[in-house]
């Protein structure tokens, strides 16, 4: 820099581009010696006052690449909340199983279970990740939290809901139980997914134990983070087939200020032609389902937004709408209560297959059908493949109906991603055929 040293240091603090740290400095003849811990080079690890501008009296008799030598405004991580960390147990539990050739049954608390139980091979020994519980990092400002993968949902939840905050995915809590893990590993979202979005979508970064004993970390913490193909985001619907979930980061979203729910009774025709037409509105929905003859719908926002929308769509308002909407993700409305299997059909919101009969959510994208019998579960995939969708055995009784729509190309696929990660087929062993290409 020119001039006297408070020169400098005035045109530093008045942001000259010549005192700036990011412009080299030009010195005159004769400048004075640079002390040696002003002349360090700057440790990566360290992040700098404002964004990148260190202290200029550190930097007035040191080049461009000088930096005080005292450590300045280190990030602060988010505190450890909970110490209950197995990660090492359950890592050595899979080493020994890969060099045993011993399958494992992946699981939580359990509340999942019957979705795969007909599928999972016997012999398999328990690997149980519920006592791996705690929050490992939690940002409210940043809206992202890590989880490890035994948590309770309930224990998360309440901890977001002190920060007025929630998990966008809103996933089930099947007999009031679920951890995070079995959330992430099922990939079962919520009726606000078409508006908040998917698991997946939500999902920044994981931590793992792979098929042959390797701990591995994809993502991150922050949605910019990511190059290349998302990896982590495999894990949401593999049900544990791909490793053992060790640690997720998650994005999260405020809660909005004001939730109401209005319902309508309407035929199924009546019904479907109004989700078309609420889904070319923008209208603050965070709910669209349909039962019985009802149509619901619930909106979440600021108060005037909110009662412009209710204003706009009519129907009655429903005091304790939001007990529906947890009996809906939770599969505790009637239908789900039957000795018939399900069968969860995924459809686009327009197509024009009947509702009689079934519970819709997602505004039509997905209807549930109590199936009587193997070949209804069957002529529901069929009529779903028509309208461009695919059905699927909600249990593992009829969990086999979706491989009359599921491509080959798509199954090649899976199974090449099975092999990546888990080449004996130790994980959940069953749930991926792992037949010759």
């Not at 929308?309 to 039957?338: C, N």
């Amino acid at each position: 820099m020119r001039g006297r040293w408070w020169n400098g240091y005035r045109r530093a603090r008045r942001g000259c581009g010549e005192a700036r740290p990011d412009v080299r400095a030009v010195f005159r003849p004769g400048a004075g010696a640079v002390f040696p811990r002003e002349g360090q080079f700057r440790p990566k690890r360290y992040a700098q006052p404002r964004q990148g501008h260190p202290d200029p009296g550190a930097l007035l008799r040191g080049g461009g690449d000088a930096r005080a030598w005292r450590g300045a405004a280190v990030q602060q991580p988010g505190a450890v909340l909970s110490a209950d960390d197995q990660s090492e147990r359950l890592h050595e539990a899979v080493r020994r199983a890969c060099a045993d050739a011993q399958p494992l049954l992946v699981a939580g608390s359990g509340s999942k279970r019957f979705l795969m139980d007909a599928l999972v091979a016997d012999g398999a020994a328990l690997l149980s990740v519920a006592e791996h519980v705690g929050v490992v990092d939690y940002r409210p400002d940043e809206l992202v939290v890590t989880v490890r993968t035994g948590t309770p949902l309930h224990d998360l939840q309440g901890l977001l809901d002190a920060n007025q905050q929630l998990l966008p995915f809103d996933p089930p809590r099947f007999d009031g139980g679920g951890t995070i893990g079995g959330a992430i590993a099922s990939g079962l979202a919520g009726p606000a997914r078409p508006w908040r979005g998917s698991v997946r979508d939500c999902l920044l970064g994981v931590e793992l134990v792979n098929g042959v004993g390797e701990r591995l970390r994809f993502g991150g913490q922050v949605m910019k983070n990511v190059a290349g193909y998302d990896v982590s985001r495999l894990q949401s619907g593999a049900f544990g087939s791909l490793g053992v979930l060790l640690t997720v980061s998650l994005r999260l979203l405020p809660k909005p200020a004001v939730e109401r729910t209005c319902a309508l009774e309407l035929d199924a025709p009546t019904a479907l032609a109004r989700m078309r037409q609420w889904a070319r509105q923008p209208l603050p929905l965070t709910g669209v389902g349909y039962q019985a003859g009802v149509l619901w719908a619930r909106l979440a926002g600021s108060e005037p937004a909110v009662a412009a929308a209710l204003a706009e769509l009519g129907g009655e308002p429903v005091a304790d709408g939001a007990s529906w909407w947890d009996d809906l993700r939770d599969h505790t409305l009637p239908v789900f209560k039957g000795d018939a299997p399900l069968v969860r059909v995924i459809l686009p919101p327009s197509a024009p297959a009947p509702l009689e009969g079934s519970v819709v959510e997602w505004a039509g994208g997905l209807r549930w059908f109590a199936a009587e019998d193997a070949a209804h579960g069957q002529r529901l995939a069929a009529e779903a493949e028509a309208h461009g969708g695919y059905a699927c055995g909600f249990d593992g009784r009829y969990a086999r109906v979706e491989h009359s729509v599921m491509a080959e190309a798509l199954r090649i696929q899976q199974r090449r991603i099975k092999r990546a990660f888990d080449p004996q087929d130790l994980f959940n062993r069953g749930l991926v055929e792992m037949d010759a290409d």
